[in-house]
């Protein structure tokens, strides 16, 4: 079995979508922190879940080749 490389690249791209999206999100602490806390909790789970929205094809992409 030969090495590939779209592994290796696809880790170093997962971990840039990660601080990339914590980055953004972290920036808007200072709006967000003025919510009422029911707001807060909202804007925070769905930011906590929507950044895995696309890891699936970048996943796809390194064990196949194919988005």
């Known amino acids: 079995m030969t090495p590939n490389w779209r592994k290796p ?3 170093l791209l997962i971990l840039a979508i ?3 999206w914590a980055v953004l999100v972290a920036s808007l602490s200072g709006i967000v922190g003025g919510w009422p806390w029911p707001a807060q909790l909202v804007f925070y789970v769905v930011a906590g ?3 895995i929205t696309p890891l699936k094809p970048l996943l796809r992409w ?6």
Request: charged content about 5%; hydrophobic content about 60%.
């Open 18 to 20: 990660i601080t990339i």
């Open 9 to 11: 690249v696809g880790m």
């Open 62 to 67: 390194m064990e196949s080749g194919n988005a």
């Open 49 to 51: 879940l929507i950044w």
